[in-house]
């Protein structure tokens, strides 16, 4: 019955629709708004642009070679830093090309000779991604101060994560590690006023949209700074604060993680590689898993959100993504989906040999395939995967309908659709029922839906009635896993966006939870592509200024730059001057706390809590 | 299902109301369930608690506040930088030479944490006792304010045992003397889980028998005369607090100084320690802007202060009465029905929601009147248990 009454309300909703959009279409579009926080009036779909897509095609990339020798010659001062930003240090060009139904990119150096990488196992899932894709943000305007960097510099959009690396140090000595943390020989580490100055400077220019300001290092809470930081970026008016973490801290201290909370820190980006010591053994520590399962009680019990983020690597770790992706269906009350990072080669790796690397290369389609196939196709690597930039669409919808009057555009993550690729999921908290929201939402018919919204560009009122009939017309409950009905479905909507339907009254949380489930594959210099580093919807936030994620880590190096340039100390000297921090490495177990450490030893029936904080 | 905005925008709101925006509620504190030791009751607190601030202080006419992760990190890095840099443990003496201001509490639990003996000296204290005082005690540390360390030359004193003088306050100081901003800045540095969670073992395994607290109250015959009280004797003092307050969810608690008495310091621990209070501290009455935007719920000042709270209430009691509307003038019926006009002013003086006042020390009869009926939250924090005189105990 309630089967009829939802494909009733269907066939009604899609009637409405077509009614109403017979008359919108005879109407002349409206002017698009411009709200404060925006370099112009709100784009419309024909103004967004796109960057080269589909193959066979040239870019801009580096040689892996020419780019390490200039990297290092001016670190040791035979040459000079304008240099990278005035010229094109390294740069070549390369080709994108199909081949056996692969993609891979080539390209050659006249002295180093020619390089090839593996970018899709599957050309037709990375065509689909592309053709997913809706198209840039703003380009930047009035950052001329922030984004400085040459060839290598952001120029569209605002991003979705600010990072700011705290500190290099780190408790642990893992490999891989992109920034070589412990082992560079010096101690780069922000000062309160640094990461105040960095968090100010982030909102100077336009478009000023909400990022989830993400604090990293090395290890964020292994800076004297780390809830400072969090409380700062809070008061600022961002609304999301994360942090890049080991969770080693949140184990070993419980009462971190309640401060933390507190203090504004909002989710975990949480390292975790694999559901068994064993499977965590590259981190070199024995009963690693044992602690990362109690920083997650810990960092739950507190409130904080957790997304695990686990970097694969092929031939080391793959096979555990269905295994993980199990494992966070089985605590989605506790975790909120997970992010997989295919390895990008940089830092210690960029040493690695020809064969280790093509050995290890793992990209997302390696992930679609491999989830696909350990779901039994439960998971559809062409029905159910959307590039990053996808959400891009939704943004535009949220900022048309939240007017002119506020001071931060909404989160838009546009980066370019190589960059990454995500799942949207529902599971149910309490019998583990899950299923890809594309199983049961026509996605792409919703995201067409939200262009025609945003494009005629009509009142709020009209806005929000035609995005009520897009939902109920795009919603098929005879596809949707048993119990989840289309209130229920937007309930979850709604509290995963902060309570938007609600004047940001997040609603209850109920037996339904979206789930995001997301591949972030980050270049190296086998795989780099300067059009996607233009776009970075992950800058980090420097003493330099913002620098792309992918130009930062790898590419020309600016990470091992700018920490040259600021560091604080030598790694002898700080331990010298401030003590040593404990590093957990050697393949031996980390000792950890009791599971019940008193608090308070109460008088025997006095009733007093030991560990139920009420203050979250 | 009717498909349009209202019926989005009503799941919203119908949600909405069973958001979960209500935290789960603290037990309130009550006598004989509290933990047997100071520093098991700072633990305790830090740890659960149910309000935004934990301390509230005024700077530039605004009141700031200390949330309890704040305050705890500073706790927890001073005394780590005491350890590793002064070397203070288990039974060591640190003085705190300042008037009623956060850093002195700061101070105060980083040493009791470390399981030394807290020694308080009042910065008002005239500097030839104060330094008679400070060789009494033979410190390791010193943490004075500028009004205490002025007293001091420069930190330059003839104490054997004295490693660092700490100054609480940094802007002005000499090179003998280390800023606690430095000091917590390297804190900062030790602060790792496995330090922190060490402070924190060792500050719970204090026994309940050991010396916590010592104050200064003055010198007889040019000899010091102190208060101590044992980490236990402070743990039942602060419950004698809690049963004569009645604490409750939201409460801010006003603290007037500037002199930091064993009183204060015990009401500090009480306000801190209940978990639902913010403990606003203040160097003297606050002016009626001050007292407006802070809204005391409850107020533990000296009798002297008290007795000026009573002279506005009569100032303002006398005063023409604004003209006000009708609402206005039908609340004032209300509220005369329930309260002598007296009583009104002196909560009217006090931001408006006070609903206890705890003297420091005895009042003289007449004041005491006028405050009764609007009070009566117990007698005198001082006097709320018995402290061991230090000639009780044979000296410090």
Known sequence: MNEILAATVRELANAGWHAFQAVNGAVPESESLQPGWAPGPLLKSRERTKPPLGWPRETDSLCPRCVVDTRNAIIRGERDLAELVNGRVGEIKATILEENGRVVMRKTCPVHGTFEDLLSIDAEFTRLLEARYPGRDFRTRGDERIHRHGTSSIRFGRGAVLTIDLTNRCNMMCNPCFMDANQVGYVHELTLDEVKQILDDSISFKPRRQMSVQFSGGEPTMSPHFLEACRYAKDLGYYSVQAATNGLRFALEPEFAFQAKEAGFDIAYFQFDGVTNEANRHRHISNLYDAKLMAIENMTKAGIDITPVTTVVNTVNNTQVGPLLNFVIDNCESLGGISFQPVSFTGRDEDISDADRHRQRYTLSHLAHDLAGYFDGKIDPYRDWYPLGAVGGFTALADHLRGTEVQFGGLACSCHPNCGSSIFMVANRKTKVWAPVTQFFDVGQFMKDITVITDTARGQKLSVVQTALALLKNFDQRKAPSGLTLPEFIKILNRKSGGAMSGGRSPKLGDWKLMWVGGMWFQDLWTYDFRRTEMCVIPYATQEGEISFCAYNTGVGWRQIVENMHMVATTKEWFQQRGRHKIYAGDRPMELPSRSLPVVSAPAGAGVAEHSCSCH | ?396
């Open chain 2, 1 to 396: 299902m009717i498909p349009h905005i209202e019926w989005v925008l009503l799941i919203g709101y119908l949600e909405s109301l069973f958001a979960e925006s209500s935290p789960r509620k603290l037990e309130p504190r009550q006598a004989g369930r509290g933990p047997e030791t100071l520093n098991r009751l700072y633990l305790h607190c830090m740890r659960e608690h149910e309000r935004k601030a934990a301390l509230l202080y005024l700077r530039d006419g605004r009141w700031e506040s200390v949330p309890d992760w704040r305050l705890d990190r500073r706790v927890i890095r001073l005394a780590l930088y005491l350890q590793e840099r002064a070397g203070v443990s288990r039974g060591d003496r640190v003085a705190v030479v300042s008037e009623l201001r956060p850093e002195a509490a700061v101070a105060d639990f980083a040493a009791l944490g470390l399981g030394a003996v807290s020694v308080v000296i009042d910065a008002g204290v005239p500097a030839d006792s104060l330094v008679a005082a400070l060789v009494d005690v033979g410190p390791k540390v010193i943490l004075g304010s500028p009004a205490g360390l002025d007293k001091l030359d420069g930190g330059t004193l003839p104490l054997p045992g004295l490693e660092q003088v700490i100054a609480l306050d940094g802007k002005q100081v000499e090179d003998t003397v280390v800023r606690l901003e430095a000091a917590l800045e390297l804190g900062g540095t030790l602060d790792t889980a496995e330090r922190a969670q060490a402070f924190r073992a060792n500050a719970r395994a204090v026994e309940p028998g050991r010396a916590a607290i010592v104050h200064y109250e003055g010198s007889a015959n040019r000899e010091p005369q102190w208060q101590e009280a044992s980490q236990g004797e402070v743990a039942q003092r602060v419950e004698a607090i809690w049963r004569a307050q009645q604490p409750s969810s939201g409460d801010r608690v006003y603290l007037v100084g500037p002199e930091l008495t064993l009183p204060v310091r015990l009401a500090l621990y009480a306000g801190l320690g209940d978990g639902f209070s913010s403990t606003a501290l203040a160097s003297s009455l606050g002016t009626a802007a001050e007292l407006a935007e802070l809204g005391p719920h409850r107020m533990i000042a000296s009798p002297s202060v008290l007795a000026e709270v009573v002279r506005r209430a009569r100032t303002a009691a006398d005063a023409p009465a604004p003209p006000r509307g009708w609402r206005g003038r039908a609340a004032d019926l209300f509220r005369q029905g329930k309260e002598p006009a007296m009583q009104q002013a002196i909560r009217g003086v006090l931001g408006g929601q006070v609903r206890g006042i705890s003297p420091t020390g005895p009042l003289d009869p007449a004041l005491a009147a006028s405050l009764e009926g609007l009070t009566l939250i117990g007698p005198p924090v001082g006097r709320t248990a018995h402290v061991w005189t230090g000639s009780e105990r044979g000296g410090v």
